[in-house]
Nanobody
Framework: VQLQASGGGLVQPGGSLRLSCAAS????????MGWYRQAPGKQRELVAA???????NYAGSVKGRFTISRDNAENMVYLQMNSLKPEDTAVYYC????????????WGQGTLVTVSS
């Protein structure tokens, strides 16, 4: 499974961005998808995740500002980011659990989000 993330960029504080991630079509069944981020000098952390049934999980720091969604038919996952803060600056990575005989986990290449005036 290949994950292709897009949508990063430079935005002013208080602005919005929408990240997209496409999972390649394959024999694998895509299960939970999510977004992680890694800021300079920090560990990678979970931002948000969503199951195939639509159940979501958010990091406390983004609750109420970010919304994760997915299109199961297209194997897409999105992250709508509103009210962005400088501390949201990071490389954002798409992640997916996939099943084919056993569980696999895949990462996308990352997309940089910079929040700065």
């Amino acid at each position: 499974v290949q994950l292709q993330a897009s949508g990063g960029g430079l935005v002013q504080p208080g602005g919005s961005l929408r990240l997209s991630c496409a999972a390649s079509r394959s024999k694998f069944r895509i299960n939970t998808m999510g977004w992680y981020r890694q800021a300079p000098g920090k560990q990678r952390e979970l931002v948000a995740a969503i199951t195939t049934g639509g159940s979501t999980n958010y990091a406390g720091s983004v609750k109420g500002r970010f919304t994760i969604s997915r299109d199961n038919a297209e194997n897409m996952v999105y992250l709508q980011m509103n009210s962005l803060k400088p501390e949201d600056t990071a490389v954002y990575y798409c992640n997916a659990d996939a099943w084919y005989g056993r569980q696999y986990n895949y990462w996308g290449q990352g997309t940089l989000v910079t929040v700065s005036s």
